[in-house]
C-alpha cells in the first residue's frame, strides 16, 4: 500500500489491490476508531480540483483517494502501477456488509426522498440485521440542524453521502466533526442504483474501463462533464503537474 503522486494528487494504491482489499484497510481504521474521508477519485474530479481552488483544498483535507475512474488506472498503470480500479458504489456496498456483520450502524443520506427511501429499503432486505437511517438530499438550511441531531443521535460508522461531486464532498467536510470516528464516503449516484431507478453498465462494459461510456449513453446531458476526460489524458500525456 503505497500513495502515488498523479498530477499532483496522492492516490492511495493497493497493487493488485480488490475491492475487499480496500475494504479491510478502511475497516481497519474504524476498528481502531479512526474515522476517514474517503474520496473515490477520477478524473472529473482531478480536473475540476485544477480548476477549483476551493475544491481542490477539499481533496486534499480528504484521508484517502481511491482509484475509481478509469482514466485513473489507465494513468497510473501506464507508469507500471499494477493498480486495480475501486468503485466507490461496489466499496460501499462492501463497507455496508462489514458493517451489517458487526452490528454497526450505517447512514444514507443524499438524492431525492423516494430514491433514498428505496435505497435504504434495498440494503434492509439485504442484511435485516443491518441498522440503517435515510436522509434525502432535499432539505432547506433551517432544516439542517435536525439532521446534524438525528446523525449524533443514531451514531453511524458509515456514513455515505450521495449528492454528486463536488457538493457531497463540501458537505462531508462542513459535516465530520459531528462523527469523528466514523468512516464518510461520497457515493455520487449510487442511491439511484440501489434503489432501482437506474443501471449499472453490465459486466463486460465494466471489465473493459468503458463503464463511462455507458453512463453517458444513459445519461447524454452528462457530455459537458465528459471533456474533462482529454483535458485529464493530455496533462498526463504531458505530465503538466
Known amino acids: 500500500m503505497d500513495t502515488v503522486s ?18 479491510q484497510m478502511l ?23 485544477r480548476r477549483d481552488r476551493e475544491f481542490a483544498e477539499l481533496l486534499r483535507q480528504a484521508t484517502w483517494l481511491l482509484p475509481d475512474g478509469a482514466g485513473v488506472v489507465w494513468a497510473l498503470r501506464r507508469r507500471g502501477i499494477p493498480v486495480q480500479r475501486c468503485p466507490g458504489i461496489e466499496l460501499a456496498g462492501w463497507l455496508i456488509g462489514a458493517c451489517a456483520q458487526r452490528g454497526w450502524g450505517v447512514a444514507l443520506i443524499g438524492a431525492e426522498p423516494e430514491v433514498n427511501r428505496q435505497a435504504v ?52 467536510q462542513g459535516q465530520r466533526f459531528l462523527l469523528p470516528q466514523a468512516l464518510w464516503m461520497g457515493v455520487g449516484g ?49 505530465q503538466q503537474e
Open 27 to 49: 475497516l481497519d481504521h474504524l476498528t481502531k476508531h479512526q474515522g476517514s474521508h474517503v474520496v473515490t477519485f477520477n478524473p472529473e474530479m482531478a480536473m475540476a480540483g
Open 190 to 238: 449510487s442511491f439511484d442504483i440501489w434503489a432501482g431507478k437506474k443501471q449499472r453498465a453490465p459486466r463486460w462494459w465494466r471489465d473493459h474501463q468503458l463503464e463511462w461510456l455507458y453512463r453517458l449513453y444513459q445519461e447524454p446531458w452528462r457530455w459537458r462533464r465528459m471533456l474533462a476526460l482529454p483535458r485529464f489524458a493530455w496533462a498526463v500525456l504531458w
Open 6 to 23: 498523479l498530477l499532483g494528487w496522492p492516490v492511495l494504491v493497493i497493487p493488485h489491490g480488490t475491492i475487499p482489499d480496500y475494504g
Open 121 to 172: 429499503q434495498f440494503w434492509q432486505r439485504q442484511f435485516p440485521q443491518l441498522s440503517v437511517w435515510g436522509q434525502h438530499g432535499f432539505f432547506a438550511p433551517e432544516q439542517l440542524e435536525g439532521i446534524q441531531a438525528k446523525l449524533v443521535e443514531q451514531q453511524p460508522r458509515l456514513v455515505l453521502v450521495g449528492m454528486g461531486s463536488p457538493r457531497q464532498e463540501r458537505w462531508i
